[in-house]
């Protein structure tokens, strides 16, 4: 079964997947493996990666060479930058120490994350809402909701707004939302 008609598959794209959302774009040498999910008004940049069982919602943008494998769920809103790659394995083998799917872990990514360019991330992490992940950075932990992570391994350095401003002290951005720590691990929270 073909994607539904509004779906654009770039002629040098591979889309092997029937699950694929209303106007979502995969662009030249991308591929996209049966038994994947990707949502509506989602954007597949060239030579990314997007294998069987990995699950992506709305209006997520998946810039070139992007890694998606087995186990990544992915929500809405999200931004991966350039070269962002994922695991699933904790202690990858091949041939006949291969570990079996049923041992490895799924990856979280909740809504409005912004994953920058080149960042690792290693399998059985859930990225907090709104959370960014600064270019390069090796994230081996779970990120807090709004939290700005940087460097090998990721540590936070801060706090951002839904609209990927930094936060100062006050947790209140120039956009006009203001926020409160629930708690260093759960992270930020949107004051109504």
């Not at 770039?10 to 995969?26: M, Q």
């Not at 990514?109 to 080149?118: H, P, Q």
């Not at 090796?138 to 839904?162: E, K, M, Q």
């Amino acid at each position: 079964m073909a994607p539904e008609p509004s779906v654009f598959v770039h002629p040098r794209a591979l889309c092997e997947s029937d699950d694929v959302g209303a106007r979502t774009r995969i662009w030249a040498f991308a591929h996209v493996m049966q038994g994947a999910r990707i949502g509506a008004d989602c954007n597949v940049g060239d030579h990314a990666f997007v294998e069987g069982g990995a699950v992506i919602g709305d209006r997520v943008t998946i810039k070139n060479c992007v890694l998606i494998w087995d186990l990544v769920t992915v929500e809405d809103d999200v931004f991966l930058g350039p070269n962002v790659v994922f695991t699933n394995d904790r202690v990858p083998r091949s041939g006949a120490l291969k570990r079996p799917r049923d041992t490895w872990l799924p990856t979280l990514v909740r809504r409005g994350a912004t994953l920058g360019a080149n960042a690792t991330i290693v399998c059985g992490v859930t990225i907090g809402a709104a959370a960014f992940v600064g270019a390069g950075s090796v994230v081996t932990r779970d990120v807090p909701a709004h939290a700005l992570v940087v460097g090998n391994p990721a540590r936070r350095i801060g706090w951002v707004c839904a609209c990927g401003e930094r936060l100062g002290a006050d947790l209140v951005c120039g956009c006009g939302r203001r926020h409160r720590l629930v708690s260093a691990d759960a992270g930020l929270a949107a004051v109504p």
